[in-house]
């Protein structure tokens, strides 16, 4: 073979890379990333899962390098070579070596190489990755001016051997998907670039938009099945292919007669890589397609491992991280793991047809039900803030087990039992919707059962549906509770009805009667010496008396909750009384005092139901001071919290009288424009720039902004932005492409610099240093004119 010669008007740019046929879209940071890794690296290998794009950014990254190569840039294509033993061979014809009959392939090419400076270019090495080891190992330790690029699913496992995992392109946030800014996103601008090639014409639009965002949503922004989408407008609309996309591995099919067999469709890509699997890692791959969102090796282990050692399970979960199939994350010390939303689906069918798919969803469901249950007995412990933190991480797993439980026959107590134990963890985060909607379905399908769990149940689900307003439903399902006490007869139940019947009463405004009925409930957890119940109870007949104006007995009640809490090391219901004597010193004038009690409060548990209430309260003494920009802004970070919620003060009306006349005092002394946009600062904050802003943790002595952003160099103020963004070092690491270490140690500089001594300082410095340079680009605007 007559070694190819690419660029004829340029003899010194030689070897084989083709040309790139469709445009190159994004993939700056990578490129930038491996362009820097290859300055020291000998071997490079690009890993990652099929179709997420290794070839096209290693040929363009061998492209950008080819002229560091006095002996040209080679690609050895290795997708369709699948005799090991001819690995050398077919090395040599792409190189033009032709070696004699009776020489070795691999001398020959050694004898080829040993003068020469070149690049190899190894694509696609996963199912000959020994083979490619051993050629690699050999060539690099004879031929000192070659350098290797490989790419494959999996590493090759070899000493000197740099890796760099190629991620999925960036995609628009589920939540999120405003015209304005979408097709910043990889993916999307991917889809429209391929779109416009199929049908001319084609872009994005307000119309479009929506389905363009799910596409790439559903297709975990991988660049292969979006291609593969993009060329179904041939004969269908955008909003067809996202709604045919239930049936993907039918319908992305069809890449074109130049793409190479194995990604002539979805299914035969995703084929490969399970194929390249042993029989165990394909066995776990099928089992842990029952996880949603991620999981951990403990959770791999209870739910997936019964046949298998711990040993093992660690081998088989670290193999399929090595092939690319699982995702490992690391955040704060924890490790998790997850399946891109097509390898589960693709795992999920594996599953069910080996017959093991009940078994391993019961034990998914018993895995977190045992969990929740634990969370609940930790509830009033120095471990309350880890189970909170656990409840936000699994969300989508204690989803999955609940709906498992409902529609499972003989499985709906899990569900009772799952829901009695997490609801006051889900109040405590604010997430009021999933609580209603789980504790009404448990309700209903175990309508007709007497059990112990449902009187919790019945309690969660009362009180969610009385902050939300719904007074009716909640009366309703206090007087089930009061009817299954006589049921069953124990203190217990009769304690939570009472509870329950008093909390609502609160909300609805008859403040008399819910006094008494809450002291009637905490008597009762007293004489069964329930100690998670007597502190919630002091802590609900605190503000009851609050609202019904017996400030001294409210303070006794938040004093004694104190008292409990304190010595346990207990966050939530400790930062709760705070506020609440907080909220009496403000009744009472002290304003002093109630800012004090309120960050007090807010530095103790930063969870979103707290900090909606003290960040409240902070805005309501701001307006006592008469700091009306500063109580706008507290104002909508409050709000943004309520609206999570569901109903600002969760409902108590008489506390909304407070809300509403501070809101009308500081628009009047504002005035419409200025109230809206303090507002609006506040509403769009992030929850940790709101924590960060009430607390007042930006600079000491308040100093000019433009100064203090010229002491951070250029990726300082990145990551200073990131940390604002509540990202860890690990994370911001991962997303500029750095080191954990580097990451650390451009926080430390910002900290230093900025003399600061925590990151949500770091947050309200970035946040008020924006809305600075937002005020004095409107003052130069105005200077204009």
């Not at 083709?18 to 820097?36: D, I, K, Q, W, Y």
């Not at 390098?65 to 699948?82: N, P, T, Y």
């Not at 010496?529 to 109870?537: A, F, K, T, Y």
Request: proline share 3%; with cysteine.
């Amino acid at each position: 073979m007559v070694p190819a010669v690419r660029g004829a008007t340029d003899p010194r740019v030689i070897g084989n890379l083709p040309h790139e046929l469709t445009s190159f879209v994004g993939r700056r940071r990578e490129l930038s990333e491996a362009r820097r890794l290859s300055e020291d690296a000998r071997l490079l290998t690009l890993t990652g899962v099929g179709g997420v794009g290794k070839t096209r950014l290693a040929i363009r990254l061998a492209g950008a390098l080819q002229r560091a190569f006095r002996d040209g840039v080679w690609l050895v294509e290795l997708g369709d070579q699948s005799d090991p033993d001819l690995l050398e061979d077919y090395v040599a014809v792409t190189l033009g070596i032709r070696p004699g009959s009776s020489s070795d392939p691999l001398h020959a090419i050694i004898d080829h190489c040993a003068d020469r400076s070149l690049l190899l270019v190894l694509d696609n090495c996963e199912h000959l990755v020994d083979s490619v080891a051993r050629f690699a190992g050999a060539i690099l330790r004879r031929c000192a001016g070659v350098k290797i690029l490989a790419t494959s699913r999996e590493s090759l496992g070899m000493g000197g051997e740099v890796t760099m995992r190629v991620s999925s392109l960036t995609t628009p946030p589920q939540q999120s998907r405003e015209f304005e800014g979408l097709a910043q996103y990889e993916s999307v601008s991917l889809f429209t670039e391929r779109a416009a090639s199929v049908v001319p014409g084609f872009v994005l639009t307000d119309e479009n938009k929506d389905a363009v965002a799910r596409i790439c949503q559903d297709l975990d922004g991988l660049p292969l099945p979006i291609e593969l989408a993009a060329a179904r407008l041939r004969g269908m609309s955008v909003q067809q292919i996202m709604n045919r996309l239930s049936d993907r591995y039918r319908l992305l099919t069809s890449g074109g007669r130049g793409v190479p067999s194995r990604q002539q469709t979805l299914r035969l890509s995703i084929d490969w890589s399970y194929d390249l699997c042993s029989p165990l890692e394909q066995r776990l791959w099928g089992r842990l397609s029952v996880f949603s969102g991620g999981f951990d090796l403990d959770a791999v282990e209870g739910v997936c491992g019964q046949d298998m050692s711990s040993t093992e399970v660690i081998d088989i979960v670290t193999g399929l991280v090595e092939k690319s199939i699982l995702i490992r994350e690391e955040s704060d010390g924890v490790v998790r793991y997850h399946l891109l939303d097509l390898l589960r689906e693709y795992g999920s069918e594996k599953l069910e047809a080996t017959g093991e798919q009940y078994d391993v969803h019961r034990r998914h469901c018993d895995w977190f039900e045992d969990l929740a249950v634990r969370a609940d007995s930790d509830r009033i412990s120095s471990r309350q803030a880890e189970w909170i933190a656990w409840l936000r991480r699994e969300r989508r797993n204690i989803d999955d087990a609940l709906e498992f439980a409902i529609s499972t026959p003989g499985q709906v107590r899990s569900a009772t039992r799952i829901v009695a134990a997490l609801h006051q963890l889900w109040v405590s985060d604010g997430l009021i919707d999933p609580l209603r909607y789980w504790a009404d379905r448990t309700l209903d399908a175990t309508a007709a059962e007497t059990d112990m769990y449902r009187a919790d149940v019945l309690c969660g689900g009362s009180g969610a549906h009385a902050i939300q307003g719904d007074h009716v439903r909640a009366r309703e399902l206090v007087d089930e509770g009061w009817r299954l006490a006589e049921v069953m007869g124990d203190v217990r139940s009769r304690a939570l009805a009472a509870w329950a019947d008093g909390y609502v009463s609160a909300s609805a405004g008859e403040f008399d009667t819910a006094t008494a009925k809450l002291e009637s409930a905490l008597a009762m957890s007293r004489f069964e010496r329930n100690l998670q119940d007597v502190v919630i109870g002091l802590d609900v007949l605190g503000l009851a008396y609050i609202l019904a104006g017996f400030l001294d007995r409210a303070v006794e009640c938040f004093d004694e909750c104190l008292e409990i809490t304190v010595p346990l090391n207990e966050v939530k219901y400790q930062a709760q009384a705070l506020g609440f004597l907080g909220l009496v010193a403000w009744l009472r004038g002290d304003f002093a005092h109630a800012s004090d009690y309120s960050t007090r409060s807010l530095r103790t548990d930063n969870s979103s139901m707290n900090s909606a209430w003290r960040i409240e309260s902070l805005a309501w003494t701001a307006a006592e001071q008469r700091d009306w920009k500063h109580t706008a802004v507290l104002l909508g970070a409050a709000s943004m919290y309520w609206q999570k919620i569901g109903r600002p003060l969760i409902g108590f009306a008489g506390l909304s009288r407070y809300h509403e006349s501070t809101m009308e005092i500081t628009r009047k002394a504002l005035g419409d424009k200025d109230f809206d946009k303090s507002f609006q600062k506040g509403f769009v904050m992030t929850e940790v720039e709101a924590v960060a802003y009430a607390l007042d943790e930006g600079p000491s002595a308040p100093t000019d902004s433009s100064a203090e952003a010229a002491q951070l160099t250029r990726r300082e103020q990145q990551v200073a932005e990131l940390v604002a963004q509540g990202l860890t070092n690990r994370s911001i690491a991962e997303h500029l492409f750095i080191s954990p270490r580097t990451a650390q140690g451009h926080v430390e500089h910002v900290l230093t610099k900025l003399g600061f001594n925590s990151r949500t300082q770091i947050a309200a410095w970035v946040v008020s240093h924006a809305h600075e340079e937002e005020s004095q680009g409107a003052a130069r605007s105005i200077d204009r004119q």
